[in-house]
């Protein structure tokens, strides 16, 4: 799949803009601050339904105007069109529209277009909060998996009610229930996440020792508490203590993902270089694996991606984003 057109009115600080794109690569050259990661951002919410780098729709719309229209003309692998219309006005709840037609619930747009995008904001996966590597994993897997971001929104859900009963109430029989939904989400959410960082173990690997001539190893380790036991035997045990701190201090909203370069944490040993080779491995990954699982092909994007590589990881990259490794 790629983009053959996109309209952009009122976007971030584009009042208006149209591109026309081929199929293959397509590449935005300019100085700094004249607009190509908004317009990387824009095709980024028609895939995800939000920005890429955290900003809210509010954030995105042009200073001194109220709404912003992103208009993006896509062609599948079967060479049909697909109109994507992002729409948002203050005061309003945005629309995301295919082909005319508003979807009723983002999460059912979301994997339609397939989307990997690797960008500056991608550092935070290495140096920031295991929150950050469990959104990164979240939509990840929603990208060709509805039921498992089916099950995240129906986890947090049950999670956010028994923390807010946690602050007011302890009767067992009420905990026993928020257990009981927190259970059935919990499962699925943790063996599919066990899953995918183990299918994204040895590709990001063969990927990085790739870009890095083959200098160093990375390996990447799920981590979380149900690897301990069942959710329901570990929120029983937590009983008293969730009961004192008034929040679940279990569970699968506790994930992480560590990652690696020989024996040692990337994050406190790996350099710049090292880093931004191990991003770029994890993404290509994902994109392969993505492409496996919905039989698509992903719309690849890259900002700003050579920053901080040296010449021969650059030439490695450009080998392998063109197909010819």
């Not at 039989?295 to 900002?303: A, E, N, Q, R, S």
């Amino acid at each position: 799949m790629y983009i053959n057109k996109l309209s952009l009115i009122n976007f971030k600080n584009l009042p208006e803009q149209q591109i026309i794109f081929e199929p293959g690569i397509n590449c935005f050259v300019g100085d700094n601050g004249t607009c190509k990661t908004n317009i990387i951002d824009a095709i980024y919410y028609l895939s995800m339904c939000k920005s890429a780098i955290g900003m809210s729709d509010r954030q995105c719309v042009l200073h001194g105007q109220d709404s912003f229209i992103i208009d993006g003309t896509f062609i599948n692998d079967q060479q049909r069109r697909e109109q994507i219309v992002c729409t948002y006005a203050r005061g309003s709840q945005k629309v995301i529209k295919r082909n005319g037609k508003a979807y009723e619930r983002f999460s059912d747009h979301i994997g339609f277009i397939p989307t990997v995008i690797v960008s500056p904001a991608d550092s935070m996966l290495i140096s920031d909060s295991a929150e950050e590597r469990r959104k990164y994993i979240n939509a990840f897997i929603s990208q060709f998996d509805h039921d498992y971001l089916a099950n995240v929104i129906r986890y947090n859900t049950a999670l956010a009610e028994r923390n807010k009963y946690l602050k007011i109430g302890s009767d067992e029989q009420m905990l026993l229930i928020y257990d009981m939904q927190l259970e059935s989400a919990a499962v699925k959410i943790f063996e599919r996440r066990r899953e995918m960082v183990e299918r994204l173990q040895p590709i990001v690997a063969e990927y990085y020792k790739i870009l890095s001539g083959d200098r160093e190893t990375v390996w990447l380790d799920y981590q979380s508490d149900l690897l301990d036991g069942s959710l329901s035997e570990l929120l029983l045990d937590s009983r008293q203590k969730d009961c004192i701190l008034g929040y679940t201090t279990v569970g699968v909203q506790r994930d992480d993902i560590n990652f690696t370069i020989g024996e040692v944490p990337l994050r406190k040993y790996g350099s710049q270089g090292q880093q931004k080779s191990f991003i770029i491995a994890l993404k290509l990954a994902q994109y392969q694996i993505i492409a496996e699982q919905t039989g698509k092909t992903p719309i690849l994007l890259l900002d700003d991606v050579f920053d901080k590589l040296d010449e021969s990881r650059v030439a490695e990259l450009i080998s392998l984003v063109s197909g010819n490794t």
